[in-house]
Structure formats: C-alpha cells, structure tokens
C-alpha cells in the first residue's frame, strides 16, 4: 500500500511538471507582433503577423520589420480575401437576419431586453425597433466599432483600412499572390451560429448593461496591441475574472481553437510552397491552441521579430 502511494504521488508530480513545463512553453510567445517561422523544411522563413481589425493603419509604420517582411515574403495569406468586401458585406447582411418568427422579446427576460434597449440607444443612437431584426452577432460587432468610435474620435468606420486589408492590398500592388484560410460562409458560421441565438442574446444584453467596462477594455487591448503584449490581450479577452460578461467555452473554441486548427492543416504547404506573411487577428497567436505554440510543436523554429 505505502509503495502504491509513493507511485501516486509521484505520478501527481509528473503530471503537475508536465503542465507546468507546457504553460511555460506557450506563454513565451509573446512581445511582439511579427513573428518569424523557419526550418522544419522550409527553405525560406515565412512571418505571421497579428492583426488589430479596428487599429488605424498608420500604426503599420511602428511594427517592427513589418515593412521588410512584406518586401522580402513571396505571398500573404489572410484570415479571408478582402478585395470584394461590398459583396462580403451584402452576404453577411444577408444572413444576420434573424429567422422568421424569433425577437428578442421571447429571448431575454424584461430586464435583460431593458437592459439591451438602453444600451443600443446610448452607443448607436437606435434602438430595437431598427436593430431588432438582426441576430446578436451583427448587433455585437457593430456595437463594439461604435464604442471605440466614441473613444477615438478619429476612427472612422467608413474610412477605415484595417491592417488586413492593407497587407493585402501591398501585396497585389506588388503582384504578390493572396490566399484565404477561409471563406465569408466560415466567419458567417461562427458569428452567428456558434451558440444558440438565445445565449447570444443574454450574452449581447450583458454588454450593453456593462457596456462602460466593454469600452474601458477596448481601451486596455488597445495598450496591450501597441505593446505587442500577446498574452496581456489573450488573458483580457478569455481569463479576466473582472469581466461581467466573459466569453462562453463555446464561443472561445468556436472563434480559437476550431479555426487555428483548420488552419494549421494548411499552412505548413502554404509556406512551403512560398515564403508567406500570414496575417490574422493577434488572439489567433495566443495561448496553448494558438498558431505560433502549435507551429513550434509541429517543429517549426518561432521566434519574434523585434529589436535587439
């Protein structure tokens, strides 16, 4: 019995080591927005930069070797191809309206669609008489533009280059070619149908009802970006034990791990094939599912780019 418990204990230990040693091991990438990808094969290095949908553009200039990676790469590849966007957007319009015969009433109680009420007036100016008809997803993502509107008086929505865009827009001016990891129907499918449209909309009323903490983390992740604090942004977006209305397991995986995953199938040929600058959103760099610790353990060679 006592040598049944010493192996327990020791298996414990073990376990606790390797959990240890893992968390360490993916909590490095960090520091750094652009990150060069190498070896494992590949004759030439290849970059993945992470990417701020709403950050000016201008801020393109103080990325570290961001100007000489898309000189020096062969190919972008992006989360999607943005060049068609007013067809994209009419698409994505299209399929954010909720079914027939569902309303926000019959999801929320009274308070949370008081509290849904309130919020829309306060950020856009409208309420669920003109937003009522569109899923929460859309209300969310429109929502969320608008508040940092607010903060940043400058940001202007229908200006806006995001640094996506204009990663791909380069790389067609210099005759570069421009892949997709995936279509408008995949980023469709986890924004609106990941959960079932009530949890989204309990979800959705708690922003609005929390809508000042919203803003003021809005704020937070954009100190974080400018850092390049990677796992600052990941721990705020998934592990912030302040937020009120943090994210579901569902919609995490949904929004991570699910699409890094698929992606991952594609990008080891990708960047075999060409020297690659991979750009997409800065939380797909992030954590134990993210694209820079699962390259790393595919055998890849990952490391920042930034200044000695």
């Not at 068609?84 to 999801?107: F, R």
């Not at 109680?109 to 856009?124: A, C, P, R, V, W």
């Not at 309420?127 to 008809?133: F, I, K, P, S, Y």
């Amino acid at each position: 019995m006592k040598n049944i418990k010493i192996f327990t204990v020791s298996l414990l230990l073990a376990f606790s080591l390797i959990l240890t040693v893992s968390a360490q091991e993916y909590t490095k990438y960090t520091g750094a927005l652009l990150w060069k990808v190498s070896g494992n094969g590949l004759e030439k290095p290849s970059y993945i930069l992470g990417t701020h949908h709403l950050k000016d553009v201008s801020f393109v200039d103080q990325i570290y070797g961001l100007k000489d990676v898309i000189d020096e790469t062969q190919q972008v590849v992006g989360e999607l191809i943005m060049s068609d966007q007013a067809a994209m957007q009419a698409k994505m319009t299209l399929a954010a309206v909720m079914p027939e015969g569902e309303t926000y009433e019959k999801m929320l109680s009274k308070d949370e669609y008081n509290d849904l009420q309130t919020g829309l007036k306060d950020i856009m100016g409208v309420g669920l008489e003109n937003m009522g008809q569109f899923k929460p997803g859309l209300i969310s993502s429109v929502a969320s533009v608008m508040l940092y509107s607010k903060i940043y008086p400058d940001y202007n929505m229908m200006s806006h280059e995001p640094i996506d865009g204009y990663v791909q827009r380069i790389a067609k001016e210099q005759s570069k070619p421009v892949l997709g990891l995936e279509t408008i129907d995949d980023q469709i499918a986890v924004l609106f149908d990941a959960e079932p449209l009530k949890d989204q909309a309990i979800s959705l009323a708690c922003f609005m009802k929390h809508r000042n903490i919203a803003s003021s983390q809005l704020q937070q992740l954009d100190g974080l970006y400018e850092k390049g604090d990677v796992n600052g942004i990941y721990d705020l977006s998934f592990n912030n034990p302040n937020d009120p209305c943090p994210t579901s397991q569902v919609q995490k995986h949904a929004l991570g791990k699910a699409r890094n995953d698929k992606w991952l199938l594609q990008l080891p040929e990708m960047m075999q094939t060409a020297s690659s600058l991979v750009a997409v959103g800065v939380l797909h760099l992030a954590g134990e599912e993210g694209l820079l610790f699962q390259l790393a353990e595919k055998g890849y060679k990952v490391e920042a780019v930034k200044a000695e």
